[in-house]
């Protein structure tokens, strides 16, 4: 039987994934209501969201998940029976000049997340419940030329952010064995899509190569990563929340590896077509830089699990979704204007390779 929520609280709902996953979502499950905690951080913007204004099913709370009492009230108030948890500080870089902010969200937050949960859900309110924890395949460490990180792979993080998401996750696990609370873990590989902030690889290619920018690499361009598409992920959890065992771990990934030089070589092609350039003249941006502290060599899922038990597999091809991609960031323009002032110039000036934007 799979579990059919009624009411879901979704924290982080302003950012990439999570708006993505509450269009996904809201838009195959009507009736369902969708609360969107977001604190607004630089990584949270209301914008990602406009097309649901007026929608009767969503509604959005600014206030933070380290906020004990809001938490209560909207898990009481809404009669929530699952909590989808992408809220988190995300960006690796920010994480080495300042993992605080990292440890307060991502470990302490998603405690205070929890433990509210757990009275709710001890509470007797709503008939079921669940917990679902978003998190990264960057909990399993770092990977040789070979080799999957499967759910049984021993968490080894590196850098403060991914061992921020491992000590979130473990408290996750422990709110299962110790209380028997139904949670879920899902551990993804990189997503790329539309509404990514143009501080991660991809984005930052796009926005720079327009704006004839430098694209920085790090080190010597050989590390890898999987992509996956925001959409396809956005189904995966959908999937997991509904139809996952309580207790679950599952990995999501696209089975796509890319060494960054290869997605560097591969964006700045597309877009001398797009943009009318000669070919090889994005290309010629590509500057080597300082290589990021800790940097880990490559990443690589075995998300055979959750196909064998859930039938999930990736939707989009990755010629298809780089492209639609790249194509949505010359249509909206407007957005990427407008999360790239402020603070973001500011922070940037003096980041690993510098002068990203
Ligand atoms: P993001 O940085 O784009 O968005 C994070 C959101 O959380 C923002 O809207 C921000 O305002 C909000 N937030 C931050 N601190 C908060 C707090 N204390 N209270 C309430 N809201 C807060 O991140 P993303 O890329 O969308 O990632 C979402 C989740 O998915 C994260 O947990 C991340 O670890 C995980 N993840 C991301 C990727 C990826 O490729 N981006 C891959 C695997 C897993
Ligand atoms: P990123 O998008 O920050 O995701 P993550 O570190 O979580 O995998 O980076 C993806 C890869 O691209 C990673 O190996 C670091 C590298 N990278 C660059 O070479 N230059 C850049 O400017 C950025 C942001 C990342």
Not at 114 to 122: A, G, I, M, N, P
Request: charged letters at 20%.
């Amino acid at each position: 039987m799979p579990f059919l929520p009624t009411s879901i609280l979704v924290t982080g709902g302003a950012g990439f994934i999570g708006s993505n996953f509450i269009h996904s979502f809201i838009a195959g499950n009507p009736g369902c209501r969708v609360s969107n905690l977001d604190c607004l951080t630089y990584a949270g913007n209301l914008k990602n969201l406009t097309a649901l204004e007026g929608n009767p099913d969503y509604h959005f709370i600014k206030g933070d998940i380290g906020d004990a009492t809001l938490v209560g009230k909207v898990l009481a108030g809404q009669r929530v029976d699952a909590v989808v948890h992408f809220a988190a500080e995300s960006h690796v870089d920010r994480s080495i000049t300042g993992p605080e902010i990292f440890v307060r969200t991502n470990v302490l937050g998603t405690q205070i997340l929890l433990e509210e949960s757990r009275k709710h859900w001890l509470s007797g309110a709503v008939a079921d419940f669940r917990f679902l924890q978003i998190s990264t395949d960057e909990v399993y460490g770092s990977l040789g030329d070979t080799g999957y990180f499967t759910e049984e792979t021993p968490l080894a993080a590196n850098s403060p952010y991914s061992a921020s998401k491992a000590g979130a996750d473990l408290l996750v696990r422990a709110y299962h064995e110790t209380f028997g609370m139904p949670t879920l873990n899902t551990r993804c590989s990189n997503n790329y899509g539309p509404y990514h902030f143009p501080e991660k690889l991809i984005p930052l290619l796009i926005h720079n190569i327009i704006n004839k920018k430098p694209l920085p690499v790090y080190g010597d361009g050989l590390n890898i990563r999987d992509w996956l598409h925001v959409r396809d992920h956005a189904v995966a959890i959908e999937t997991v929340l509904k139809k996952a065992k309580p207790g679950s771990v599952y990995n999501i990934g696209g089975n796509n590896e890319w060494k960054n030089i290869d997605i560097v070589n591969l964006v700045c092609d597309l877009l001398d077509d797009r943009l009318g350039r000669a070919r090889g003249e994005n290309r010629s941006l590509t500057a080597f830089v300082k290589d990021r502290p800790g940097h880990d060599r490559r990443y690589a899922i075995d998300a055979s699990r959750l196909k064998a038990d859930l039938d999930w597999s990736p939707a989009y091809t990755f010629e298809q979704g780089i492209a639609e991609t790249i194509d949505w960031y010359l249509a909206n323009q407007e957005w990427v204007a407008e999360v790239t002032s402020g603070a973001y110039r500011e922070y940037y000036q003096g980041q690993y390779g510098g002068g990203a934007v």
